[in-house]
């Protein structure tokens, strides 16, 4: 479907979970524990649902993200559930890497195409210190692995900080000389956490890696995402640039979330849109679920705020982990 700005919305993401095994720095605090009871998280049928409701006005892609996804025993229920909707072609996850190394063939034979993960250090004790506890060969094992395997895209998400891990930006680089991966830069958003760190914009980390390497447009524009690819010759990945502040991608935003308690998300900087909960847990069916749905996102917002200073109150107050990044 079309949004009132002609946007065509065919990209859901999903939060399953607002819990998570790490406590990434800018993401989350080191001592709050206010996570959602198992009750308020949407369950296995909510999710079918959702889906379901969402395919019938041209949902594709579900991204399936958390908190961490992969802490949810029921999570390969939920990936069979959405991959029996025969609308959606493409079924993503966003992970730390946790839970991911020995069911990659189980998730791969049931729908899942595209996995990102996310790794902020390629230094094992920044990586702790970032994620207050993460396992760094658990995750590049986990990177390895899936990308010798049968999925159609592995990427990893790196924020660069400054002061904090902008002296690593060609040790990424250089994973994909190697590794058939994309490795995308993503600008610190100032949600949550995340304003107590200094961002790094794309620009200054694509002028660095110019610097040392020529980087050539990816032949393949990519027409699902906000990102932009290069590539260095000869290697055998992809470099990506995600910019939602300095090169802002509101225009061509084709994307709407659910949050892990069930909010219905128009545009991750706003708070506006619908609890689903009570019409998931009652009869309403999925035709009205999806008209519901349809009247909500014909209104999404026009474009993001971030580092506006705005008063608005309209603004969202929400941590990454419910949304789901
Ligand atoms: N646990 C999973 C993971 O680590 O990928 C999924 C959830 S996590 C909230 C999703 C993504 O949001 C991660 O790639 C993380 O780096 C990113 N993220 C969290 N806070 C952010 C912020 N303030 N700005 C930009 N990205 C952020």
Redesign the pocket.
Known sequence: MFDKNNRHINYLRISITDH?NLR?Q??LPETDNSFSNKNDLLNADDIEKIVRATALIGIEKVRI?????LIRTDFLEILKRINSVKEIKKIAI???GFNLLNNLDEFSKNGLNRINI?LDSLNSDKYKKITRGGDFEQVMNSIKESSNGNFERIRI?V?IMKGINDDEIFDFVNLTRELNIGVRF?E??P??E?KRFTSMKNLEILDIIKSKYTLERDAVEKTDGPASYYKISNFRGEIGFISPLSNRFCESCNRIRVTSNGFLKLCLHYNQGIDLIPYLRSNTSIETLSEIIKNAIYNKPKEHQMNCNSQDNTIETKR??EI??
Do not use: H, R, W
Not at 65 to 69: A, S
């Open positions: 998570c990434c800018y993401c993200t958390g908190g961490e996804p966003t992970t730390n996310s998400n924020v993503i610190l958003m949600i949550g995340g990454m982990n789901g990044g």
